[in-house]
C-alpha cells in the first residue's frame, strides 16, 4: 500500500508541494538518530535555510494577501485590544459582553489607548455613546476629572447630561479641546 492512497487530491496536493515533486516512501530499516541529526544538519547547512527556493511549474502558490483583507484584520485587532482594555478595567465581564462593547467602540473610531483614557476617566464600558457625546461637544477624559463645586464631570453626566455640563464649564471658563479636524 502506499502512502498517499487514502489522501484526498488537496492533500496529494499539499504533499506534493512538499516534497517538491518527490514520491514519499518509507525506509526498509530505521536510521540510527546520531545519524538522521547529522544528515539533517548537513541539509540544512547546504540548502541554506533563508535562501528562496525556485518553485517548479504546476507547483501550487500561496497567494499574497491583498490590501482589502488588512482592513478587517485591523478593525479585529482594535476590536481585540479594546476588548482588553475593558478587561483590564472590569475583569468579571464575560468575553461575549466584552467583544459587543468593543465593537461599539470601534465604531467611534477610538484607540484601545484612548477608550482606555475615558475608561479610567470613569465611563463606563457600556457608555460609548456617551463618550461619542462628549467628544461631539469637546470634551475629552481630563475633562472628566474636572471638578463643578465639588462633584467630578464625569458624575454629574450621569444627572445633568452633556450640554449642561458644557454649559457649566463654560461659565467656570472652560474652553473646549481643540479637535483633529480643527
Do not use: F, Y
Not at 41 to 56: E, F, I, K, T, Y
Amino acid at each position: 500500500m502506499r502512502v498517499d492512497d487514502n489522501l484526498d487530491a488537496l492533500e496529494r496536493l499539499m504533499l506534493a508541494n512538499l516534497l517538491e515533486g518527490r514520491q514519499p516512501r518509507r525506509r526498509a530499516t530505521p536510521m540510527p538518530r546520531s545519524q538522521r541529526n547529522s544528515d539533517s544538519r548537513q541539509a540544512n547547512l547546504s540548502q541554506g535555510r533563508n535562501q528562496p527556493r525556485n518553485v517548479p511549474a504546476g507547483r501550487a502558490s500561496i497567494p499574497s494577501p491583498s490590501v482589502s483583507h488588512q482592513v478587517p484584520d485591523l478593525r479585529a485587532n482594535r476590536q481585540l485590544d479594546i476588548s482588553r482594555v475593558i478587561k483590564q478595567i472590569d475583569p468579571r465581564t464575560t468575553p461575549e459582553w466584552r467583544s459587543e462593547m468593543a465593537a461599539a467602540w470601534v465604531r467611534l473610531d477610538l484607540s484601545a489607548a484612548q477608550v482606555h483614557a475615558w475608561l479610567t476617566a470613569g465611563l463606563l464600558p457600556n457608555q460609548h455613546e456617551l463618550a461619542k457625546e462628549c467628544i461631539a461637544r469637546g470634551l475629552s477624559p481630563a475633562d472628566m476629572k474636572a471638578r463643578i463645586d465639588g462633584v467630578r464631570v464625569v458624575e454629574r453626566l450621569r444627572g445633568d447630561g452633556v450640554d449642561g455640563i458644557v454649559d457649566l464649564l463654560r461659565q467656570k471658563g472652560w474652553q473646549p479641546a481643540p479637535t483633529a479636524a480643527a
